[in-house]
């Protein structure tokens, strides 16, 4: 519904919903409106089917080269190179396929079970029924802890605060007030006290509200509904994949003219010439190379899961390597999610709560809260208010100048701050409002807890908070004594207090220490700290908020991550900014900005009116100084995201709740959090942090450069190979010359032998230091770029000359045994003998394919000489150059396989020609180190 309900009384929405606030809707009325509207669920993305997953992973230009190559050998009778495509596609499909449903099953055990069930009146009674089976009109209770089940419009409020992080960004729990009615066009979320929203949290109080909207008319909903509307966008590297698929497309075409052309003007056989194109375009394409960038995005990913981060798509790994703008939420993120007491203004000193708690945690056993009770139990019992103050007593364990300047306020203190509480804090469980858990937390540092303090200090009666008062009270009786403890806003506190306590005596509050204590409040305000004052009252039959004893107070904050400091700082030396987007309050936001480094200035801070203001040009504008948005709405964070996009910048995006949804969706990367993270999140995005630590981030960027680095080495070390496949068939048709290589030579090449070492390329370790030590790449920056190209033309062209040396060997040698001239006529009349032909295709097979695994060892680091490397290190590497040696023995020795490949057996001198011959690349590779002056190595790299 578009009602704007926050603007409308109680009364007028019960009218326009057709319900009674006290009655509920009948169960007849509801189950008509169940029907006409349907249950009350969100959306489900429908999952896609095995099949679609895997067709999914065919959605590649290189696929589809290597497909029309299998169709093609199976229209020429080729059926086993057909075959062996076909394996290497379905390969490909599978390890992505899988690799995807193991992301889904760890984001399934990641999700956390919602509350199916809500309380509701029908009939005037009240009743438990599935949340689903609510309808607009119920009137929903609400109590500590449940879900809020749809979007309500406020009815009754005792104490009730809702947090609604999920929803708004706001970390602290709204306060709720069923009078408050919004003014103006618009009202933001954060702002509507008398409206709660589906899937937010009640930490406190109790409520009632009727249901305004279900499902996905729900705020909720309107936001799993923006994040249909982002489109899937490519990777830098399947753009990069997507124009070599296309470039080799056309070079597979070219070829194919090139050749026929040929074979007219040679007047060669049609057919046989066919074969030959054949393999030229089976030579063009580098099979293995879908595969290998799979495995090794695969392998990558198994490496990011021990820094706990779970890759749901497996490219998402590589384009994390280009990121440049890191937008991160606030709370929970770059912030540690828990409040925490940072400042304590006791006896009219403001001290760091830390010098408190830092000298008092080696002797917590000395002021246990036993003892802390036994003292009040003692106080109780004395004759009067005189003697009660006199008998306070801090222990000597209190030394140090921090506890000597708060002297003996601070058990007094502790005890108001635990009793005058609603929070839980027992063992693992954490539950209330983050503030209250806050004060627990400072008096178990002492060994102070409200359970044990209760035993003899029970609480009979108490004033819940409301917003109008803004404090709550707690009565406390022992005997014939009693105590009232009040916590609250400091300056509304202060209006009621005439006393004060100074190093355990109680005595009259004078106006000076009035300014003093607003002074602090000011101070502590300034530095964006929530503020907190508590106070007491003596005596008494029921709690009472006048005449009361001022004590102290503290100021708060969820400080920052200890390690997102240091993370922000790495970022800043690798080239990227980051951003924080927050829900919260500009002040808050600039405070904890700055203690990270985000920020340095004030002006680079922006809150959501100022950025609505602001019209696209002058926006974009902003986007080069300000590095903190404050109280942003879902759809300014996706204005953010792809206002960052269109300057050219690689963004990813974290977020936890359903607000984040839409903006992390629109990011090139989006993060969510594993822990804290809402579904709608996890869905949405392409990483999942199971830590929730911002510093993970860093880890998974250095991981994304490093694995764009090895998958840039196989593409040139494959292509370089293939380019040295295609240059010495097609010279030698050009000759007018048999073919040097067979497509099932080139295949077993282009699958075996090169894919082997080009997977162990992309599994190499790269120095971390150097990776984050450099600006991110350019994302339009092509796979050729820093000399890729000239050194895959380079070793394309040595391979090619080496293989077409080891070819003509044997006419050669025949040639020189008979006299004959050299001719490229009297090569191809000698090469018409099977027998020579097929030696000598042997020749050029074997070569061929030891010197790209030769090639192979030296592209592991071009700048350093293979003496230089640790090649322990990479041992899948040993591995593979020790298969490849093997499996093209194996080729041209084993009978069957001889057989198969048309080989010839070969002696153990022809071995050793062939296999200087075939270090040719090693050798290129020492003499350009050598001459590029860098076989030294770089600092402190030496052993890798």
């Known amino acids: 519904m578009s009602e704007r309900f926050e603007a409308r009384s109680i009364r007028e929405t019960c009218a326009l919903l057709g319900t009674d606030p006290e ?9 008509l409106r169940h029907e006409a509207n349907g249950p009350n669920e969100l959306k489900e993305a429908k999952k896609k089917s095995a099949p679609e997953v895997f067709l999914e992973q065919l959605n590649d230009p290189l696929i589809y080269v290597l497909m029309a190559a299998a169709v093609i050998s199976l229209l020429l009778h080729e059926i086993s190179d057909a075959a062996i495509i076909a394996v290497v596609v379905c390969m490909n499909a599978a390890v992505g396929m899988i690799q995807e449903g193991k992301a889904q099953r760890a984001l399934d055990s990641l999700k956390k079970l919602t509350s199916p069930r809500a309380y509701c ?3 005037g009674k009240e009743r438990e029924i599935a949340a689903s089976q609510l309808v607009p009109g119920d009137i929903v209770c609400l109590e500590a802890g449940c879900q809020i089940p749809a979007d309500l419009r406020l009815t009754r409020c005792g104490g009730l605060k809702v947090e609604e992080s999920a929803l708004t960004g706001e970390s602290l729990p709204i306060e709720k007030n069923a009078d408050f009615l919004a003014a103006g066009q618009e009202t933001a979320l954060g702002d509507r006290r008398n409206m709660a929203y589906m899937s937010t949290i009640v930490t406190s109080g109790r409520g009632e509200g009727v249901v305004t909207a279900i499902g996905m008319n729900t705020q909720i909903g309107r936001i799993a509904a923006m994040i249909d509307e982002s489109p899937q966008e490519m ?49 063009a394409v580098p099979e293995g190379l879908p ?43 770059l912030t540690q999610n828990r409040m925490t007491v940072e400042k304590c203004f006791l006896n009219q000193k403001l001290v760091d709560a830390k010098a408190l708690t830092g000298d008092r945690r080696r002797e917590a056993g000395r002021l246990t809260a036993a003892s802390v009770g036994q003292t009040a139990d ?52 954490r539950f209330g409002d983050p503030t209250e858990l806050a004060l627990l937390d400072l008096a178990a540092a002492y060994g102070v807890r409200r359970q044990t303090l209760e035993k003899t200090l029970p609480r009979t009666a108490e004033l819940p908070f409301d917003s109008s008062r803004k404090m ?27 006393r004060i306590l100074m190093y355990g005596k109680e005595a009259p509050l004078q106006e000076l220490q009035r300014r003093q204590i607003l002074s602090a409040v000011e101070s502590m305000s300034g530095q964006a700290l929530r503020t907190l004052a508590v106070a007491l009252r003596r005596g008494g039959k029921e709690p009472k908020e006048e005449d009361l004893t001022f004590i102290g107070m503290v100021g708060m904050k969820d400080p920052p991550r200890p390690e997102a400091a240091g993370a922000v700082e790495r970022f800043r030396r690798a080239g990227v900014s980051t951003v924080m987007i927050t829900g919260d309050h500009v002040d808050t936001a600039f405070a904890i900005a700055s203690q990270l480094g985000i920020v340095k200035r004030r002006e680079q801070c922006m809150s959501e009116t100022q950025l609505k203001r602001l019209p696209d040009k002058e926006f974009l504008r902003a986007l080069d100084d300000v590095r903190v948005f404050a109280r942003v709405s879902p759809q300014s964070k996706v204005r953010i995201v792809k206002g960052f996009k269109q300057k050219g910048k690689i963004v990813a995006m974290t977020g936890d709740g359903v607000n984040d949804a839409p903006s992390l969706k629109a990011a090139d990367i989006g993060i969510a959090m594993g822990q804290n993270g809402t579904d709608v999140a996890k869905q949405a995005s392409e990483i999942i942090l199971t830590d929730d630590n911002f510093a ?28 040295g496949e295609i240059m010495t ?45 450099k600006p991110p790449r350019d994302p339009k920056e092509s796979l050729f770029a820093d000399g890729g190209f000239l050194r895959t033309c380079f070793y394309g062209m040595l391979i090619a000359g080496i293989s077409l040396a080891a070819f003509f060997t044997i006419p050669y040698g025949i040639m020189r045994e008979r006299g004959i001239a050299f001719s490229p006529s009297a090569f191809a009349v000698i090469l018409q003998n099977e027998a020579v032909l097929g030696r000598a295709q042997t020749y050029a097979f074997t070569v061929l394919g030891m010197s790209q695994l030769f090639h192979a060892i030296g592209m592991r680091d071009v700048e350093r000489s293979v003496f230089r490397m640790n090649h322990l290190q990479n041992r899948l590497m040993l591995l593979a150059l020790a298969a490849g040696f093997v499996l093209q023995i194996a080729v041209t020795e084993i009978p069957f396989l001889t057989a198969a490949f048309g080989t010839a057996h070969l002696s153990l001198r022809e071995w050793l020609r062939l296999l200087i011959l075939a270090a040719f690349p090693l050798l290129a590779h020492e003499l350009l180190v050598l001459l590029g002056g860098k076989g030294k190595g770089r600092k402190g790299e030496s052993g890798r």
């Open 23 to 31: 009655r509920g809707l009948s169960e007849k009325e509801a189950a």
């Open 121 to 123: 009146i029908r009939d």
């Open 235 to 283: 990777t830098p590297l399947q753009k990069r994949l997507g124009e070599l698929g296309t470039l080799l497309s056309i070079l597979s075409l070219f070829l194919c003219g090139a050749l026929f052309l040929i074979a007219l003007i040679q007047k060669r056989d049609v057919a046989e010439m066919l074969i030959t194109a054949i393999s030229l375009a089976v030579a």
């Open 291 to 333: 595969a290998v960038v799979t495995i090794c995005l695969a392998l990558s990913v198994t490496k990011m899961v021990r820094v706990h981060t779970i890759v749901r798509k497996l490219p998402a790994v590589e384009t994390l390597g280009a990121v440049s703008v890191v937008c991160s939420d606030k709370t929970g993120t």
């Open 378 to 429: 003692r106080r109780l019992a004395a004759a009067s208010a005189a003697q009660a103050a006199a008998a306070v007593r801090v222990p000597a364990s209190f030394a140090g100048p921090a506890a000597s300047a708060v002297g003996a306020g601070l058990e007094e203190f502790l005890r108001g701050m635990t009793l005058c509480n609603d929070g839980v804090l027992e063992g693992e469980e």
């Open 472 to 498: 709550m009270s707690t009565f406390h009786r022992s005997g014939a004594e009693s105590v009232t403890y009040t916590k609250g806003a400091p300056d509304e506190v202060l209006k009621k207090c005439s």
């Open 696 to 723: 993970t981030i860093e880890k998974a960027i250095e991981e994304g450069r490093g694995v764009y680095e090895n998958i840039k080495k196989s593409v040139i070390f494959l292509l370089s190979s293939n380019l």
């Open 729 to 773: 068939m097609f010279t030698a048709v050009l000759m007018g010359l048999a073919s040097p290589l067979k497509s099932s030579h080139i295949l077993w090449i282009n699958l075996i032998t090169d894919s082997l070492p080009a997977l162990a390329l992309g599994a190499d370790d790269n120095d971390a230091d150097s990776l984050m030590e």
